[in-house]
């Protein structure tokens, strides 16, 4: 499986942007898919995550009421919606598929990762 991330940018504070993450040579269906970041200096985190059957989704409280993930199967292809974006979100953001956790450790294939850069 190849995940290709893009998407990321420049924007300023309170801006939006929408990264996708598209998938070649499995079915994104066949399991989660999960978003996380990594800002300078910093681990990578957790931003979401969503399983296809019964839409099931996770949040990371930093995020919740602000991002929304979701897929297009018909395009085989992970969305992350990001609106009121905030300088704390500057990161480079990597989707992932793999288990349905908040653990990058149950992922098993990555995309490159896109950056995402909020100014003040």
């Known amino acids: 499986v190849q995940l290709q991330a893009s998407g990321g940018g420049l924007v300023q504070a309170g801006g939006s942007l929408r990264l996708s993450c598209v998938a070649s040579?499995?079915?994104?269906?066949?399991?989660?898919v999960g978003w996380f970041r990594q800002a300078p200096g910093k681990e990578r985190e957790f931003v979401a995550a969503?399983?296809?059957?019964?839409?099931?989704?996770y949040y990371a409280d930093s995020v919740k009421g602000r991002f929304t993930v979701s897929g297009d199967n018909a395009k085989n292809t992970a969305y992350l919606q990001m609106d009121s974006l905030e300088p704390e979100d500057t990161a480079v953001y990597y989707c992932?598929?793999?288990?349905?956790?908040?653990?990058?450790?149950?992922?098993?294939?990555w995309g490159q990762g896109t950056l995402v850069t909020v100014s003040s």
């Open positions: 992932a598929t793999g288990g349905f956790s908040m653990s990058s450790m149950a992922y098993n294939y």
């Open positions: 040579g499995r079915s994104l269906r066949t399991a989660a």
């Open positions: 969503f399983r296809w059957g019964g839409h099931r989704k």
